[in-house]
């Protein structure tokens, strides 16, 4: 049973950058064909897709958010990482790490980004 844990900072100062961390148990984040999602919802509003690192370690990033996203891996720790810079109240949601075809979710992470 492969299991999705995000873990991140909970509250982000607005102009700062939010780091987190998904840990992957129960299988390989390079396992062949597997794509590992980010995706944020928002207080009210519905599930926003950032961005991906699919098998290989290639990368692609939502058009509104790909100035300030970053999507990378660490193979060795299995985890996979999401860094948006320049964060605002906006910003401020549930972020959830997924490998949306095998339907793995994470719990999810609450941000909120507030002086």
């Known amino acids: 049973q492969v299991q999705l844990q995000e873990s991140g900072p909970g509250l982000v100062k607005p102009s700062q950058t939010l780091s987190l961390t998904c840990t992957v148990s129960?299988?390989?984040?390079?396992?062949?064909?597997?794509?590992w999602t980010w995706i944020r919802q928002a207080p009210g509003k519905g599930l926003e897709w950032m961005g991906v690192?699919?098998?290989?370690?290639?990368?692609a990033y939502s058009p509104s958010l790909k100035s300030r996203t970053s999507i990378s891996w660490d193979t060795s720790k299995n985890q996979l990482s999401l860094q948006l810079n320049s964060v605002t109240p906006d910003d401020t949601a549930v972020y959830y790490c997924?490998?949306?075809?095998?339907?793995?979710w994470g719990k999810g992470t609450l941000i909120t980004v507030s002086s």
């Open positions: 997924a490998e949306v075809g095998m339907d793995y």
């Open positions: 129960g299988g390989s984040i390079t396992t062949k064909y597997y794509s």
């Open positions: 690192i699919a098998f290989g370690g290639a990368t």
